[in-house]
């Protein structure tokens, strides 16, 4: 899909903005059974849209095609849980932070697997293609020397549906993601959370944000409009409809 979004004011009232988003990474972005694009991220989009009296629409691809569409100006931004790393930053530019993401390993219950890499060796580990899970266990955790093998998808539903057969031993994906599966699938099939969060903020980052090109003053306008979001109560509103818990990050 073909994406604007127009922000209002006296200099920038034509301006045309396309979002790069995903369709597949359930509760923020997914099509629903009329093929619609929904999802807490989309929503807040649209709220962040209409309170700067913006116009949107979005362009939806696979994870790792996101940034180096950015960067051929193919789209003007990415809002799609992109965490905020160094790496990252190198060629883009961040929002201040939207959302908090914690990263935790799902696995079968009772199957011993925990945040310890020893518990992973001879194991293999799904992870979502270009994601920072996938940059984590290839720079941290290489297979040489811990045993653990890989494997990498476009997208998230067959991550769960190996999980489930057993095709992989693992899933490793951020907390928010991981609580819609169990909800909905994984808690009755026998899957939780495995271990321990994992804290590391030089390959996760703090948490997620909006990712434009180096230097563009896109980045101001939408810091704005995600403190707007933040403090109205819409980000809280959308929040408690999926998850039990805050992901919000504290204010400056």
């Given at each position: 899909?073909?994406?604007?979004?127009?922000?209002?004011?006296?200099?920038h009232a034509e301006?045309v903005?396309?979002?790069?988003?995903?369709?597949d990474?359930?509760?923020?972005?997914?099509?629903?059974?009329k093929?619609?694009?929904k999802g807490m991220e989309?929503?807040l989009?649209?709220?962040?849209c209409k309170h700067?009296q913006?116009?949107?629409?979005?362009v939806t691809m696979?994870?790792?095609?996101?940034?180096?569409a950015l960067k051929?100006?193919?789209i003007?931004?990415?809002?799609?849980?992109?965490?905020?790393?160094d790496?990252r930053k190198?060629?883009?530019d961040?929002?201040d932070?939207?959302?908090?993401a914690?990263?935790?390993?799902?696995?079968?219950a009772?199957?011993?697997?925990?945040?310890?890499?020893a518990t992973?060796?001879?194991?293999t580990?799904?992870?979502?293609?270009?994601?920072s899970?996938e940059?984590?266990?290839k720079k941290?955790?290489?297979?040489?020397?811990?045993?653990i093998?890989?494997?990498?998808y476009?997208s998230?539903?067959?991550?769960?549906?190996?999980?489930e057969a057993?095709?992989?031993?693992a899933?490793?994906t951020?907390?928010?993601?991981?609580?819609e599966?169990?909800e909905?699938?994984?808690k009755?099939?026998g899957?939780?959370?495995?271990?321990?969060p994992?804290n590391?903020?030089?390959?996760?980052?703090?948490?997620?944000?909006?990712a434009?090109?180096?230097?563009?003053?896109?980045r101001?306008?939408l810091n704005?409009?995600?403190?707007q979001v933040?403090?109205d109560?819409?980000?809280a509103a959308?929040n408690q409809?999926?998850?039990p818990?805050?992901?919000?990050?504290?204010?400056?």
């Amino acid at each position: 899909m073909a994406g604007v979004l127009s922000f209002a004011g006296a200099v920038h009232a034509e301006d045309v903005v396309r979002i790069g988003t995903l369709s597949d990474y359930a509760p923020f972005e997914y099509r629903d059974a009329k093929g619609e694009l929904k999802g807490m991220e989309i929503e807040l989009g649209k709220l962040m849209c209409k309170h700067i009296q913006a116009k949107c629409e979005y362009v939806t691809m696979d994870f790792d095609a996101l940034i180096p569409a950015l960067k051929a100006k193919k789209i003007d931004a990415v809002l799609a849980q992109m965490s905020i790393t160094d790496e990252r930053k190198k060629v883009v530019d961040f929002t201040d932070l939207f959302t908090l993401a914690p990263v935790q390993y799902v696995a079968k219950a009772g199957s011993g697997i925990t945040e310890d890499p020893a518990t992973l060796r001879g194991k293999t580990v799904g992870i979502y293609s270009g994601s920072s899970h996938e940059t984590y266990l290839k720079k941290r955790l290489p297979k040489s020397q811990s045993g653990i093998a890989i494997k990498a998808y476009p997208s998230q539903d067959p991550i769960w549906l190996d999980l489930e057969a057993g095709r992989v031993q693992a899933a490793l994906t951020d907390t928010t993601v991981a609580h819609e599966w169990l909800e909905k699938t994984g808690k009755a099939k026998g899957f939780a959370l495995a271990g321990k969060p994992l804290n590391d903020v030089a390959m996760f980052g703090e948490g997620t944000g909006i990712a434009v090109r180096k230097g563009d003053p896109l980045r101001a306008r939408l810091n704005t409009a995600i403190k707007q979001v933040l403090t109205d109560g819409s980000f809280a509103a959308e929040n408690q409809k999926v998850f039990p818990f805050s992901i919000a990050p504290a204010l400056k």
